[in-house]
């Protein structure tokens, strides 16, 4: 069976996480890496009301599905391919339809909880979390929820506070004491991203390579 390697990378919101994991893929051989992001696993809660929806803690581990996406990437690390679920941000539920991932030798998975769950961590072979200073965060959350997601600058700004912050501060903050790699200012540092880049170009080289088992 040929070998994966899962790179998982965190960090806050706003942090540069996704930057990387598409500099990351870029820098491959097209078709030896997929990108899972995490945010895809939110909890379905569309039995609920669009007002009620809103005023849920989306930045707790417990809102996110860990049990299908520890499966999820337990396949892909298998060889296996997945029905990845598609989250709606604008309504807070999911699709009814999902979308088809292939499996492949490098596996990036991206998110700002992953190295909170033991069970996610012992998945991962390299830990990375992006550590970027909390106003550079903050811009870009609002610019981006505004921007893709149809939110006003006073619910950003309400959400931010309620439960953004503090969840932040009690589970991604703490969580990177989990990381094998630690990189500052997120999506700009070149230097990271080469060492990154030159070990994942080693271990596709190696028809022999094993990855490392936490």
């Not at 060889?79 to 009814?96: A, L, M, Q």
């Not at 903050?173 to 880049?197: C, F, H, T, Y």
């Not at 170009?201 to 990855?211: A, I, K, S, Y």
Request: hydrophobic share 35%; with cysteine.
């Amino acid at each position: 069976m040929t070998k994966r390697i899962v790179v998982g990378i965190a960090g806050g919101t706003g942090s540069g996480k996704t930057t990387i994991a598409k500099n990351i893929m870029k820098s491959l051989p097209e078709g030896s890496c997929v990108l899972i992001d995490h945010d895809s696993y939110y909890k379905d809660h569309s039995d609920l009301p669009l007002e009620e929806r809103e005023k849920l803690n989306y930045d707790h581990p417990d809102s996110l599905d860990n049990d299908l996406f520890v499966e999820h990437l337990r396949m892909l690390k298998e060889g296996r391919d997945i029905e990845k679920p598609v989250y709606n941000f604008r309504t807070h539920s999911r699709e009814e339809f999902t979308e088809p991932v292939r499996s492949a030798p490098v596996i990036i998975v991206e998110g700002i909880l992953i190295l909170v769950d033991e069970r996610i961590r012992n998945l991962l072979d390299i830990r990375i979390f992006v550590d970027t200073d909390a106003d550079i965060r903050v811009l870009r959350r609002v610019r981006r929820d505004m921007r893709h997601r149809g939110r006003t600058f006073e619910s950003v700004r309400e959400q931010y506070y309620r439960t953004v912050r503090p969840m932040h501060l009690q589970f991604v903050e703490p969580s990177k004491r989990w990381a094998d790699l630690i990189i500052p200012e997120g999506g700009q540092n070149k230097i990271a991203l080469d060492v990154v880049v030159e070990k994942l170009m080693r271990f596709l080289g190696d028809p022999d390579r094993v990855t490392s088992n936490k």
